[in-house]
């Protein structure tokens, strides 16, 4: 007969069990907020924009059978896309500031900002570089690089420094992203748009402030969406006049590229003159 020593038991507790409670106890910064909800809406809109591009616009052209209306209207629904997810990427941030934001927030952000504003304009420029009848393929291509590589140092940089509230230092990744798409869609000579992209990747790395979208200028941040996204549709049906507007569209998305830097600079240069000149003051007996 066996005889056993009821202190030397245990009690046995289900490995199934232990794992309900794992998941039970899952710290609420770790869920999905309304917030993240729409950043991932944002990285779904890049992944879809490279989908459209490669589908209607590359594919067709490597293959021979190109279909003009099928291009335009590929290419336009790619860029509708890059605009949905800057929509995306606006009210992410409006909505994280007003209700609960996840500790997983600002990584998603940067990795949704990669595919949309890094990935999927570097891409559609590569496929400009290989339709374009006047366009250098692997030149193209560096300058695609150079588009993604700024877009990934600028979002480095922005995880690990600090500024003062209200501005970004660099041109933001989806303003630089939609004026690279607008140089590649004014269809201007090859070497000019070349100089125009690298010069727009150079405002993305470089130290000139620009103002964060909020109260009014956020507004007007997504109604200028909205209107490019008209001018889009209306270039996409072969609307009377469509490819004038958006041409304009583009132009002004373009002066607009150029012009903030130029404000930027000139007040930072009139902040440091007169911060000069009440040093000076300030030492006279």
């Not at 991932?40 to 052209?61: D, E, K, R």
């Not at 700024?150 to 209200?166: E, I, K, N």
């Not at 979208?213 to 270039?235: E, F, K, Q, Y």
């Amino acid at each position: 007969m066996t005889v056993v020593d009821p202190e030397a038991q245990t009690t046995w507790v289900p490995e199934a069990d232990e794992g309900a409670d794992d998941t039970d106890d899952m710290p609420l910064s770790t869920r999905l907020s309304i917030a993240d909800t729409l950043t991932l809406g944002n990285a779904t809109c890049g992944f879809m924009a490279v989908y459209f591009t490669t589908t209607g616009v590359l594919i067709p052209h490597l293959t021979g059978n190109e279909d003009g209306g099928m291009a335009r209207h590929s290419a336009a629904t790619a860029v509708m896309l890059m605009l949905l997810a800057s929509v995306f990427d606006l009210f992410d941030g409006l909505v994280a500031r007003k209700l609960r934001s996840s500790a997983m927030g600002a990584e998603l952000d940067n990795l949704s900002d990669l595919i949309s504003f890094g990935l999927a304009p570097a891409y559609f420029v590569v496929v400009w570089g290989m339709v374009a009848d006047d366009a250098y393929q692997r030149v193209s291509a560096v300058a695609a690089i150079v588009v993604l590589l700024a877009v990934v140092l600028r979002l480095a940089r922005f995880s690990c420094t600090t500024l003062r509230d209200g501005v970004f230092q660099g041109m933001p990744s989806p303003f630089g992203a939609l004026t690279v798409i607008s140089v590649v869609l004014l269809e201007l000579p090859f070497f000019p748009t070349l100089l125009a992209i690298v010069g727009v990747a150079w405002l993305m790395v470089s130290r000139v402030e620009y103002p964060k979208p909020r109260g009014p200028l956020a507004v007007a941040m997504l109604g200028w969406i909205m209107l490019s996204m008209g001018l889009l549709g209306a270039w996409a049906f072969e609307a009377p006049g469509g490819e004038l507007l958006l041409q304009t569209g583009c132009a002004l998305q373009v002066v607009l590229g150029a012009v903030i830097p130029l404000f930027a600079t000139a007040r930072r240069v009139n902040t440091f003159r007169d911060n000069r000149r009440e040093a000076r003051a300030t030492q006279l007996p």
